[in-house]
């Protein structure tokens, strides 16, 4: 934890370790937001005046020391479009769909999509949570820098690991070098999910149970059960019903660093905070926990446009 300027952010510590490189997961302390977004909201919700948000990242990027950096986001809408960010002739950003050269066209609305990829100098990539999982790529051999936002949509369509193969397409990236830096979000002791949830990561992949709490897997039967009791038999006496199936609980966590790992990334290169949002929402905004008017956190990535030391 870092504090500085009156807000409070996490820093990973293997990415720490690189001079030329800036990175943050902030958190709601500082700000000026007031009421179900107090503190330090960096996303324009309805809940909060826009004035607020541009001074809450005023702060923030004052704070980080991004002067003369370029913000890039998108529109968030938890799939797996991904987009390498590049300057443009007249300085703009373009956002350049992942596998076509065309970037979007200049002064268009922020593009639609969940993951950010760059190797240039000066812009600040960013994903905004409160909740999702954000996720931070780091190549230190090709100094080049992915953010992406993973709810649970995003991963059971793979963004994490359609991401690292992105960093390896567009920069020649090798996952074996890469970092990962995973920053808080709800975690699996808060984040009840229903049946189909259960039965799409299931389909999708050969390990779908282990990314699910233990409690549902000490009788597979047990949800089918609860789901259709009528097709089932009581021995027990009048009134005394079977007690209800757990809730299945998803590991958001253990979805992400399954994929990483899969996509070629050592364990020991995956560092995660130990933070639930919903657990701790005197840090963190959760959207489960207060509802939708709550604020935003945002992870940001960027390379120093002057290398230090």
Same mark, same amino acid.
């Given at each position: 934890?870092?504090?500085?300027?009156?807000?409070?952010?996490?820093?990973?510590?293997?990415?720490?370790?690189?001079?030329?490189?800036?990175?943050?997961?902030?958190?709601?302390?500082?700000?000026?937001?007031?009421?179900?977004?107090?503190?330090?909201?960096?996303?324009?919700?309805?809940?909060?005046?826009?004035?607020?948000?541009?001074?809450?990242?005023?702060?923030?990027?004052?704070?980080?020391?991004?002067?003369?950096?370029?913000?890039?986001?998108?529109?968030?809408?938890?799939?797996?479009?991904?987009?390498?960010?590049?300057?443009?002739?007249?300085?703009?950003?373009?956002?350049? $769909?992942?596998?076509?050269?065309?970037?979007?066209?200049?002064?268009?609305?922020?593009?639609?999509?969940?993951?950010?990829?760059?190797?240039?100098?000066?812009?600040?990539?960013?994903?905004?949570?409160?909740?999702?999982? $954000?996720?931070?790529?780091?190549?230190?051999?090709?100094?080049?820098?992915?953010?992406?936002?993973?709810?649970?949509?995003?991963?059971?369509?793979?963004?994490?690991?359609?991401?690292?193969?992105?960093?390896?397409?567009?920069?020649?990236?090798?996952?074996?070098?890469?970092?990962?830096?995973?920053?808080?979000?709800?975690?699996?002791?808060?984040? *009840?999910?229903?049946?189909?949830?259960?039965?799409?990561?299931?389909?999708?992949?050969?390990?779908? *149970?282990?990314?699910?709490?233990?409690?549902?897997?000490?009788? $597979?039967?047990?949800?089918?059960?609860?789901?259709? $009791?009528?097709?089932?038999?009581?021995?027990?006496?009048?009134?005394?019903?079977?007690?209800?199936?757990?809730?299945?609980?998803?590991?958001?966590?253990?979805?992400?660093?399954?994929?990483?790992?899969?996509?070629?990334?050592?364990?020991?290169?995956?560092?995660?905070?130990?933070?639930?949002?919903?657990?701790?929402?005197?840090?963190?905004?959760?959207?489960?926990?207060?509802?939708?008017?709550?604020?935003?956190?945002?992870?940001?990535?960027?390379?120093?446009?002057?290398?230090?030391?």
């Amino acid at each position: 934890m870092v504090s500085r300027g009156g807000l409070e952010w996490l820093e990973c510590t293997s990415f720490s370790r690189f001079p030329w490189l800036l990175h943050a997961f902030s958190t709601r302390r500082g700000g000026v937001s007031e009421g179900r977004a107090a503190g330090l909201t960096l996303g324009f919700v309805t809940a909060d005046a826009r004035a607020n948000v541009e001074e809450n990242r005023q702060r923030f990027f004052a704070a980080l020391g991004t002067e003369g950096y370029s913000l890039a986001a998108l529109r968030q809408r938890h799939s797996t479009h991904i987009y390498l960010v590049m300057r443009g002739a007249s300085g703009q950003l373009e956002y350049r $769909p992942a596998g076509f050269p065309a970037p979007q066209p200049p002064g268009h609305p922020l593009p639609v999509g969940d993951a950010l990829v760059t190797d240039q100098p000066g812009v600040l990539l960013s994903v905004r949570t409160a909740d999702c999982l $954000p996720v931070l790529l780091l190549d230190p051999r090709r100094r080049a820098i992915a953010a992406i936002h993973a709810g649970w949509r995003g991963v059971l369509h793979r963004v994490v690991e359609k991401a690292v193969g992105t960093m390896r397409a567009v920069f020649g990236s090798d996952p074996h070098q890469l970092l990962a830096a995973l920053g808080p979000g709800i975690r699996a002791c808060c984040y *009840e999910v229903g049946e189909e949830v259960v039965a799409a990561f299931c389909a999708r992949f050969a390990q779908g *149970e282990t990314f699910f709490r233990e409690a549902l897997r000490e009788n $597979p039967s047990a949800s089918f059960t609860a789901r259709h $009791p009528q097709l089932f038999l009581s021995g027990q006496p009048p009134g005394h019903l079977t007690r209800p199936a757990p809730a299945p609980h998803l590991d958001l966590v253990a979805v992400a660093e399954a994929q990483l790992c899969s996509a070629g990334l050592r364990p020991s290169n995956i560092q995660v905070a130990d933070f639930c949002t919903a657990c701790r929402t005197d840090l963190f905004f959760s959207h489960r926990r207060e509802g939708k008017g709550t604020g935003r956190m945002m992870g940001v990535i960027g390379i120093r446009q002057e290398p230090r030391g």
